[in-house]
């Protein structure tokens, strides 16, 4: 998933809503390096990670990928996703508005920017300032966001224009969206059930 879906299923917990970020940038066994208040988001960060690798519905719309990006596929699903919990927010989390919702991120990261590795830190900067939250709901903001990250890739004419794909097959992706996000907002507030008893355990 990408920064919307995880912050999103992260809950309000700001301590879980940080290591959802940082999942991003931080590797290698836990605990580490990881701060105690983040170290929980960052285990439900990697968890909701390998509960969507292996989702029917995210291996399908992995699938729908044409064939010569599909290399790439999994990195533009999970754009694809974001772009549709974004486009049918107030389904999602009706609670507050994508706008209000971005927000909040926006100034929960900025207030803890200097906690993060310097790569995040101006990741967090660049969100900030160009509302990548609420831009999801854009088709056009992930076609554009895609063809930022192919420039980075190593051969990145075989992946500008990936992007393209979502229109190609809209509703498809759409479907698989659907029952995706469902089930992955239960997972996760399962899982966060699971390591806030384990936490209260002292283990």
């Known amino acids: 998933m990408n920064f919307l879906a995880?912050?999103?299923?992260?809950?309000?917990?700001e301590g879980?809503?940080?290591?959802?970020?940082?999942?991003?940038?931080?590797?290698?066994?836990?605990?580490?390096?990881?701060p105690a208040d983040m170290l929980a988001g960052v285990a439900l960060h990697r968890a909701i990670d390998s509960f969507s690798d292996a989702?029917?519905?995210?291996?399908?719309?992995?699938?729908r990928v044409p064939a010569?990006?599909?290399?790439?596929?999994?990195?533009?699903?999970d754009m694809f996703f974001d772009?549709?919990?974004?486009?049918?927010?107030?389904?999602h989390h009706p609670a507050a508005s994508l706008a209000g919702f971005a927000a909040a991120q926006y100034a929960l990261l900025g207030a803890h920017?200097?906690?993060?590795?310097?790569r995040a830190q101006r990741m967090i900067a660049r969100m900030r300032?160009?509302?990548?939250?609420?831009?999801?709901?854009?088709?056009?903001?992930?076609?554009?966001?895609?063809?930022?990250?192919?420039t980075r890739l190593s051969r990145p004419e075989r992946f500008l224009g990936c992007g393209q794909a979502l229109r190609a097959d809209y509703d498809g992706f759409g479907e698989d969206a659907a029952e995706f996000l469902t089930e992955v907002r239960a997972f996760a507030e399962a899982e966060r059930a699971r390591l806030a008893r384990r936490s209260g355990s002292g283990g």
């Open 55 to 63: 989702h029917p519905a995210f291996q399908r719309a992995r699938a």
């Open 16 to 34: 879980l809503r940080l290591g959802a970020v940082a999942g991003d940038f931080i590797k290698g066994p836990l605990p580490g390096t990881v």
């Open 113 to 118: 920017a200097h906690r993060f590795p310097e």
């Open 129 to 150: 300032e160009g509302d990548w939250l609420s831009s999801y709901a854009e088709v056009a903001t992930i076609e554009y966001a895609l063809d930022r990250i192919a």
């Open 68 to 77: 010569p990006h599909r290399r790439f596929a999994g990195v533009m699903v």
């Open 83 to 91: 772009h549709f919990l974004a486009a049918d927010w107030d389904a």
């Open 6 to 13: 995880h912050l999103w299923l992260a809950g309000p917990d």
